[in-house]
């Protein structure tokens, strides 16, 4: 079950976070900018989205085109026409894990800034997007886990009986659901990152482009590849034959999701991608063996008394239970251990599991995964023996088993549900959620202050912004250089002088 909690859960720093932009949030200008330029903590692509500048009534103020002048940076060039008014630059980039960032900064031109008057023109990826992916997600992982855990149930615990070929059906089934959940996800991808609504995939070099972004390509050829080698030989009748061809298509089809998303831009990557394939592979097993064997004893539930009783014990329903709960007690094991590993590299700290919307949710799967571990417990501990009794009244309990593995399987399907949710939850970085930007604004002449602003205030890269504004909070042009010295007395550092870059009347930048 743990598989399913965490299935997509990857290292947090393998998702990029917006820095800081020039011109700032907030800012106000004396004189219009020639670009706005966005920074993040890690490298994005802007191929799908981009930059784009409106004024006050929706019109564009960008040139249209969106370069990288770094990895970490995005810029659009603006229009030379650009009066007095206030002024949305928004961005949509592509983080390394494929998943799409966006967000937006106000400045204002020659007047104070007015932020209500843009407040609306502000767009995200819409509900109905948002609800594509989840749903598309929802197939994809319980489709796919569903067809890999019955193929490997129908091979591993299955005993041979003739009930056995409608296993085979729901593995085909399954995997059908699995292949439209993955089409669904590239189609609600390219909507998302382009902005430009579940259409957009049919646009010129879109498809091209989502596909090669973070994996996406890599992982959709495994997940058919995987998948089409179960439904293909899970059929077979010949035993050797099957049984190399369904674990290896369960292996690929499991493994091919390390090669996206978090994961995949995650270090060391190895060790990332070896937990999330081994949690997705477990997980299957736990998942589509509740579901296999569910459906064997609902499909026996009506077969003759003394079958049911266990007068043929090696395709007794008792039988069925014995060997899954074998092999669910191993899984347990494994899917704990990727899964804390998953976590942690996810989450990274108790703070970003309290204190994130993605730790939360996950918390909330968890307290769904403990419920239906309770369940799971009372089959082993209570029911089974009962079960394998022959004092007792088999056809009683097997309909009581019958019952607590179908609500662990609606469980798990809320499991998976929850799961789709939390995928397209951005995880907290941990790194930017100790920094603290650092902004204060002294006097510097009886009419300038000068406001100095340090972001993101962690160890590592910063900037350091300067402006020189007047008394009506207006940018002024009174300065012809700017050199900054650092210190740091404890450890006997300093002065470190850097020079200060102009970004604009009154406006200058040091990097350190």
Do not use: C
Not at 331 to 349: D, E, N, P, R
């Amino acid at each position: 079950m743990m598989a399913v909690v965490l299935a997509a859960a990857s290292p947090a720093s393998s998702h990029a976070v917006f820095v800081s932009s020039v011109p700032s949030d907030g800012e106000q200008l004396v004189t219009a900018p020639d670009s706005v330029t966005f920074t993040f903590n890690e490298g994005v692509t802007a191929e799908l989205g981009g930059v784009t500048v409106l004024d006050r009534d929706a019109r564009r103020m960008d040139l249209g085109a969106t370069t990288q002048p770094s990895p970490t940076q995005v810029r659009a060039n603006l229009t030379a026409d650009m009066g007095p008014g206030t002024y949305l630059a928004s961005y949509r980039v592509l983080s390394g894990d494929g998943h799409v960032i966006t967000g937006a900064t106000v400045f204002a031109v020659g007047e104070a800034l007015d932020a209500a008057s843009v407040a609306n023109l502000t767009t995200g990826s819409g509900a109905l997007v948002r609800g594509a992916n989840v749903a598309a997600n929802t197939l994809l992982y319980a489709g796919s886990l569903a067809a890999i855990g019955l193929a490997l149930f129908s091979l591993l615990i299955h005993d041979g009986a003739s009930d056995r070929k409608r296993l085979v059906l729901w593995v085909q089934w399954s995997a059908l659901v699995g292949v439209i959940g993955a089409v669904a996800h590239v189609v609600a991808r390219a909507a998302e990152a382009t902005g430009r609504g579940l259409g957009a995939v049919t646009e010129s070099g879109v498809l091209a482009e989502v596909l090669r972004q973070g994996g996406t390509g890599w992982w959709l050829v495994g997940l058919l590849l995987g998948l089409a080698v179960v439904v293909a030989s899970v059929g077979l009748t010949s035993g050797s034959v099957r049984q190399v061809l369904v674990v290896y298509g369960a292996l690929v089809a499991s493994g091919s999701f390390a090669l996206t998303g978090h994961t995949a831009a995650a270090e060391p990557a190895v060790v990332a991608g070896l937990a999330n394939a081994t949690h997705l592979l477990v997980g299957a097993i736990w998942f589509g063996g509740l579901l296999g064997l569910a459906l064997v004893l609902r499909w026996r539930a009506g077969d003759d008394p003394e079958t049911a009783s266990g007068s043929s014990p090696a395709t007794s329903p008792a039988a069925l239970v014995v060997r899954f709960s074998t092999v669910a007690a191993v899984s347990v094991a494994v899917l704990w251990i990727s899964g804390v590993t998953q976590a942690w590299f996810t989450v990274g700290s108790l703070q970003g599991l309290i204190d994130s919307d993605y730790g939360v949710i996950l918390l909330v799967k968890l307290g769904v995964v403990v419920a239906t571990m309770a369940m799971a417990a009372w089959n082993r501990w209570k029911l089974m023996p009962s079960l394998l009794d022959p004092a007792a009244a088999p056809a009683d309990v097997t309909t009581r088993v019958g019952r607590t593995v179908r609500f662990e399987v609606v469980a798990l399907l809320v499991v998976v549900l929850i799961t789709s949710v939390l995928v397209e939850t951005p995880p907290p970085d941990p790194g930017l959620a100790e920094a603290q930007p650092f902004n204060q604004t002294v006097p510097l002449t009886d009419d300038v202050d000068v406001n100095l602003l340090v972001t993101p205030g962690a160890v590592g890269l910063n900037e350091v912004h300067l402006t020189y504004i007047d008394e009506q909070g207006l940018l002024v042009d009174r300065v012809e250089s700017v050199v900054v010295e650092m210190y740091l007395p404890a450890e006997g550092i300093g002065p470190i002088p850097a020079n200060g870059a102009t970004l604009g009347p009154g406006h200058y930048l040091v990097t350190t």
